[in-house]
């Protein structure tokens, strides 16, 4: 309601008050003696002296008699702010003070706002809205985009000729899907288990929850369009849990009907300990091979702080056997933490059962980690690396000495 | 763009919007560049008197550009006049408001009204430290010091941290006052500086100085010097303040170590319960020990040399003054292999008692329990600056303990004599800002920059009474 208030007069004030202004029509708009003067002196003002004066403080003139019917309004609303109204204020002014806020923000988003504990903490919160906000938006104009330049080749191929004709009829999608979920079916009584640790809701933030179910959706969804599914589990899940009610915001009602399996249950419950291996980046033993006959666990988690050694703990704690994927081995890594996206970690896993190949896995490991891929072990390239820059550096201490003898 | 000399009219302001590349943002970049340039604030003006009569209204980020440059001119009438005008438009204004018009109020004659601006920034939020600061130093300006010291204690009980800078202003604002109630705020300064372990830099430290020499009939004297490592004052033969932590503090960094550091959330992310038991017991039964060395740490120290041979050394050397070693290690270094050759190692485990920990366990916890289970006189050897456990201390009292316990406990490798392994001595004075009531001692920085948190000034200021 106030926000509406706001705008209205903003409204007005804009689209009057410079024509107010020129023509000194204050008088019939804003009935105060004050503003009628002052506005009557501005245009004589202009009429005697063309160019010359200037009247630097009018400004403020202007700035305060468009203020005195907004005084009057203002002086019955009570003073004190509370609560929300005054989250809602100060919201109010960082967007005119030019922050980083999103345009519209709803009452939840604000009362989240609100609780957070520091003022940098209040930034970073809106400026994550705004950024939000424009994705939104830039992802809206390029559907629009594409809906007019379809429209526009429909017209086209109206025009031009009647439909082709095709021995299948057109259903791609749906039928895709039923061979997909043929597959996933199949996967669920024959397929390779793979287990994700959903026991990690303490250690993480609501935000970062809300990632770990978005990067467990996109496994989910490369894992149902792969030529060999794994037979996905949920273990640990509990139901009414942050995870739970993330992925029901996801999925909605195709929750139901996914073919994986969900249990509360330990994997340590389901399958043979010595089966299993928990997959960590802190874990001290590298992978050398994927094994058909384990059943890797993947830790539903995105930590970003990271926290090391959080799902090395846990396994510890059952007895289980750990290993890391080598990715020191393969490749020249340059910058970044070695823990992957669950989806990362999910693309690599079936590559590797597909093909056994680490060059082809670690494709999906993101390109701005590492600087390119070795065949050999990294301590060896290095040693030659080395040998090739004393070498170099050797060469050059001669030609210094050279030029050193050759002057003197 | 380059902010014109003189006021322009309304048709120049039009002509250059129009020739600028994004006309929407035109004022807030001209204004930006005016502030850069600190143009006259009349062209300013005619800015805003062009801009009020096209809109007929200045948004607010405008006027806060305006302010800024009003500010930095130190123009009181024109700030004050901003003010007004904010006040009636806007129910509450934002932070980055509020801070330049206290700022700019403070350092005038009206410097009163920031106290009223002041007062209505704590009404919608705690004012940030730079508002508290302007205060502050204008209060103290004004010989205002009991007001000043009023909201100094405000800020400190909200936890807005003071600057040097405002602290420094303290000293220098008093200087030759003669008043027992002053002199004991400023006490509190200095001993706000040992509580947080500050350090103050060298002008800071010389505005100490001449304070405490001005005031009048108190005959204070200040002088510079370096305090030996034996912990006596060279220019009034005092002993500084011993670097061991008392019974109390002690016993509740212990609990705070093992509770924090050692177990944290999960016991099993450092160790195992299991392999912490068995340390346990190991440790109770042949206590207490002298001195514990991080093994793996050590067999660094050289890189030419094997692994096992650094340890060796360093055990040697330690072990000759009849002292009782313990060595931590991990289970790898049992393994014979190219750098731990399984004779030496025997030889080493006649001199000194050695627990070896799991290979993915982490050993310094180890070494931080075993040294303060050992008791005070118990010191530890790595090179380690353990930041990573200090900083699983939840709060930053028991750091600072840490910190000071750490200084008092830990021997480390003097880089300069790289033949024969020697050590550095932990320091047996505590370096912080110490009194006897009739001296004071205070450390301080050389240079202005902050100092690596390990690290110590070895610099002070002596002050005595005569």
Redesign the interface.
């Known amino acids: 309601m106030q926000c509406a208030n706001m705008l209205l007069r903003?409204i007005a004030?804009?689209s009057?008050?410079?024509f107010?202004?020129?023509h000194g029509m204050k008088k019939d708009l804003f009935p105060l003696s004050r503003t009628l003067s002052l506005s009557l002196c501005l245009k004589q003002d202009k009429s005697c002296e063309p160019?010359e004066k200037?009247?630097?403080?009018?400004?403020?003139k202007?700035?305060?008699s468009?203020?005195q019917e907004?005084?009057s309004e203002?002086v019955s609303e009570p003073k004190e702010?509370s609560g929300l109204a005054?989250a809602r204020?100060?919201f109010e002014?960082?967007k005119?003070?030019?922050k980083a806020v999103p345009e519209n923000i709803s009452e939840e988003q604000l009362k989240t706002f609100m609780e957070c504990p520091s003022?940098s903490a209040k930034k970073k919160y809106l400026r994550y809205l705004h950024l939000k906000e424009l994705h939104k938006k830039n992802d809206k104009r390029k559907m629009d985009e594409k809906k007019e330049r379809r429209l526009e080749a429909q017209d086209q191929a109206s025009n031009t000729d009647e439909t082709k004709k095709s021995p299948f009829v057109c259903l791609w999608s749906s039928t895709m899907d039923k061979a997909y979920n043929w597959r996933a079916a199949q996967s669920m009584i024959f397929g390779q288990p793979l287990v994700f640790d959903m026991s990690y809701e303490k250690?993480m933030s609501l935000r970062e929850v809300t990632n770990t179910v978005r990067q467990i959706v996109m496994s989910e969804s490369c894992n149902r369009r792969s030529v060999d599914p794994f037979h996905i589990h949920f273990c640990n899940f509990k139901d009414g849990s942050l995870y739970h009610r993330e992925f029901i915001k996801n999925y909605k009602e195709a929750w139901g009907k996914l073919l994986i399996t969900v249990t509360d249950q330990c994997y340590t419950e389901i399958f043979p300990k010595d089966k299993l291996i928990y997959l960590t980046a802190d874990s001290?033993k590298v992978m050398k091979t994927f094994d058909h006959d384990k059943i890797y666990i993947v830790g539903s988690m995105v930590d970003k702080s990271i926290k090391?050694?959080?799902s090395?703990?846990?396994a510890?704690?059952l007895g289980l056997e750990t290993a890391a994927l080598p990715l020191e081995k393969y490749l020249l890594w340059s910058s970044g933490a070695k823990n992957l996206t669950l989806d990362q970690m999910m693309h690599i896993l079936l590559t590797l059962k597909d093909t056994a190949d680490w060059k082809k896995a670690l494709e999906f490991v993101p390109k701005r980690k590492y600087c390119g891929f070795v065949n050999k072990p990294v301590k060896e390239l290095k040693k030659t690396l080395d040998l090739i820059t004393t070498l170099k550096l050797g060469k050059r201490r001669e030609e210094v000495e050279k030029q050193f003898a050759k002057k003197h | 763009v380059q902010p014109p000399e003189k006021p322009l009219q309304a048709e120049e302001w039009n002509k250059l919007r129009e020739d600028f590349q994004i006309p929407e943002i035109f004022e807030e970049v001209m204004l930006n560049s005016m502030i850069r340039c600190n143009s006259p604030i009349d062209v300013a003006k005619s800015l805003l008197t062009h801009l009020a009569k096209r809109n007929g209204d200045i948004a607010y980020n405008v006027l806060v550009k305006y302010l800024t440059l009003c500010v930095q001119q130190g123009q009181v009438s024109e700030i004050r006049d901003v003010y007004d005008i904010m006040k009636v438009r806007f129910k509450v204004l934002e932070s980055g408001a509020y801070n330049l018009l206290i700022k700019g109020l403070s350092n005038s004659d009206q410097w009163k009204m920031a106290f009223t601006l002041l007062e209505e920034v704590k009404k919608i939020m705690i004012p940030s430290r730079t508002c508290y600061e302007s205060c502050v130093k204008a209060a103290s300006r004004h010989q205002e010091m009991k007001l000043a010291f009023e909201l100094y204690k405000e800020m400190l009980a909200k936890d807005v941290v003071p600057t040097l800078d405002l602290l420094q202003s303290f000293f220098n604002l008093s200087r030759g006052m003669k008043d027992a109630e002053l002199q004991k705020e400023l006490f509190g300064v200095l001993l706000y500086l040992r509580e947080n372990q500050i350090y103050p830099h060298k002008t800071f430290m010389r505005s100490i100085k001449l304070w405490f020499e001005s005031i009048p009939g108190g005959n204070w004297r200040g002088r510079l010097t370096n305090i030996k490592d034996s912990g006596q004052c060279p220019v009034c033969k005092h002993q500084l303040e011993d670097s061991n932590l008392t019974e109390e503090e002690y016993s509740n960094l212990s609990e705070r170590i093992i509770t924090d550091v050692i177990h944290g959330t999960d016991t099993f992310r450092k160790t195992s319960p299991e392999e912490f038991e068995a340390f346990q017991t190991f440790v109770e039964n042949r206590l207490p020990f002298d001195i514990v060395i991080d093994g793996l740490n050590v067999s660094h120290i050289k890189s030419r040399k094997m692994q096992c041979e650094n340890l060796f050394d360093a055990v040697n050397c330690l072990a000759k003054e009849n002292a009782r070693l313990l060595v931590l290690g991990r289970k790898h270094m049992l393994m014979n292999s190219s750098n731990w050759k399984r004779e030496i190692m025997k030889e080493m485990q006649d001199k000194a008692d050695f627990f070896f920990a799991e290979n993915i366990s982490e050993d310094d916890t180890f070494l931080l329990y075993a040294t303060l289970r050992s008791g005070k006189h118990c010191r530890f050897v790595t090179r380690d600056f353990l930041r990573d456990h200090k900083a699983c201390l939840s709060d930053s009292l028991t750091r600072h303990l840490f910190r000071k316990w750490q200084r008092g406990h830990q021997i480390s490798k003097k880089k300069s004599f790289s033949s024969v392994f020697s050590q550095q001595p932990a320091f047996r004075y505590d370096c912080v800002v110490q009194t006897t009531g009739d001296t004071w001692h205070i450390p301080y920085k050389d240079v202005f920059e902050e100092k690596y948190s390990y690290q110590v000034p070895r610099k002070w200021l002596c002050v005595q009474q005569k």
């Open positions: 903003k004030r804009s009057v008050l410079p107010a202004a020129q160019s200037l009247d630097l403080d009018e400004w403020k202007v700035m305060k468009s203020l907004e005084v203002t702010l005054a204020e100060t002014m960082w005119l003070a030019g003022k250690e001290p090391t050694g959080v090395l703990a846990r510890k704690r």
